[in-house]
């Protein structure tokens, strides 16, 4: 599986991106799938996953801000980030973790910058 992700950039407090994920393979589906930033000097950490099914989990800090979404059919993971505020400043990676067999991957990470 290889991952590729798009969309960060520079935004001002208060705006909005849409990070996208990229995914080849044909096993997409079974995979659960997850964005996770680095900020630098920070652990990597957990922002937001979802199942094959659908069901999503957040981390405290970007509830009723982000929202993760898949779309099987085109192989494709995103990311709504709206509220935007200086401490989302990271670089954002998207994750893939297949269950059955434990293998992970990762894309190669985009930086998301909020800044006045």
């Known amino acids: 599986v290889h991952l590729v992700e798009s969309g960060g950039g520079l935004v001002q407090p208060g705006g909005s991106l849409n990070l996208a994920c990229a995914a080849t393979g044909s096993t997409f589906g079974l995979a659960v799938m997850g964005w996770y930033r680095q900020a630098p000097g920070n652990q990597r950490e957990l922002v937001a996953v979802?199942?094959?099914?659908?069901?999503?989990n957040y981390a405290d800090s970007v509830k009723g801000r982000f929202t993760i979404s898949r779309d099987n059919a085109k192989n494709l993971l995103y990311l709504q980030m709206n509220s935007l505020k200086p401490e989302d400043t990271a670089v954002y990676y998207c994750?893939?973790?297949?269950?059955?067999?434990?293998?992970?991957?990762w894309g190669q990470g985009t930086q998301v910058t909020v800044s006045s």
């Open positions: 994750n893939a973790h297949f269950m059955k067999t434990g293998s992970n991957y």
């Open positions: 979802i199942s094959s099914d659908g069901s999503t």
